[in-house]
């Protein structure tokens, strides 16, 4: 994993991180609009306890990119069910290769085609 700086004015560049941040977010606002906490305490008993509740969704919920949960890349074993899971690494990285292509192509199809000549205007 390698780190790659990205500008304040370009979100889009850390995508992952902010659907990440929206997941969360909205998982913490549901969850908080049935809590009422009287005291400091509570209050952060309360967002432990959602916290780990939102950061356990997201780890066991499969990924429309790779077709498996983040916990089942990252530890070769289900969460849910302590089994071993087996994967093949290279499909799924063909798998999210054809799919970037494929955006790409319908990205790039909406765009026009022109010839830069130099000095032209």
Known sequence: IASAPSTARNPQSNAIVERLHLTM???IRA???DENPRTLTEAENIMSKILQDTL???RVTPSEAT???PS???FGRDMIYNEPVDFDMESIN???QRRVDKDNKRINS????YD???GGR
């Open 25 to 27: 977010g909205n998982r």
């Open 31 to 33: 969850q908080l609009a």
């Open 56 to 58: 356990h969704s997201i």
């Open 67 to 69: 077709g498996f949960a």
């Open 72 to 74: 089942v890349l990252a």
């Open 94 to 96: 063909h798998r999210r």
């Open 110 to 113: 909406k765009r026009y085609s």
């Open 116 to 118: 830069y000549i130099v």
